[in-house]
């Protein structure tokens, strides 16, 4: 990789140019997004991702968090994984099981509850029925490390550091 030339830019400039538009309130209603997800592909990862207002990223409910909607099919689960970002889940309906950590420790997770999984944490979800989805809001600052090139994900024991680039990807 060669390195380029930088720029020389006058402080005010520089502000002007770092300059963040000022959020707006956003209203998502429950029957779109129920209906979108109806008509989405699942994966065990999510199913949406909510988006809109005046923030400074597509993707983003708020700078740098992001708000996903995860649809687990019946008797679905998540392959074990950590990465460099949080989450914090909230149980919209159905229930599963939510196992973290290096040991592995489950929780069961019902509709109304809260779990917040820290950054490197490791962490699987799994849909416990056999009829009904278990979907989830999952509320993530991946944001804020995809914009500091700071986003990482181990899956398998491979960690990947993901960039806009895909050349630019590694696996360890």
């Known amino acids: 990789m060669q390195p380029i030339e930088g720029d020389i ?5 520089y502000l002007e140019l770092t300059a963040k538009p000022i959020a707006e309130p956003v209203v998502w209603r429950w029957q779109a997004i129920e209906s979108e997800t109806r008509l989405r592909a699942h994966n065990p990862q999510g199913t949406l991702a909510l988006s809109g207002g005046n923030v400074d990223e597509h993707g983003t409910v708020a700078p740098d968090i992001s708000l996903v909607i995860q649809v687990l099919k ?18 919209r309906s159905g229930s599963g099981e939510l196992a973290f950590g290096e040991d592995g420790v489950t929780e069961r997770i019902e509709s109304g509850d809260t779990v917040f999984v820290p950054a490197w944490c490791y962490h699987t979800i799994a849909n416990c029925s056999d009829s009904e989805p278990f979907v989830l809001y999952r509320l993530q600052n991946l944001p804020q490390n ?10 398998g024991g491979k960690l990947q550091i993901i960039y ?3 050349g630019l990807a590694t696996h360890r």
């Not at 019946?74 to 149980?91: D, K, N």
């Open 9 to 13: 830019l006058p402080f005010s400039e």
């Open 164 to 166: 806009a680039n895909p």
């Open 146 to 155: 995809a914009s500091g090139g700071n986003l990482m994900r181990e899956i």
């Open 74 to 91: 019946p008797s679905e689960m998540t392959e074990r994984h950590r990465h460099s970002f949080w989450h914090l889940y909230i149980a």
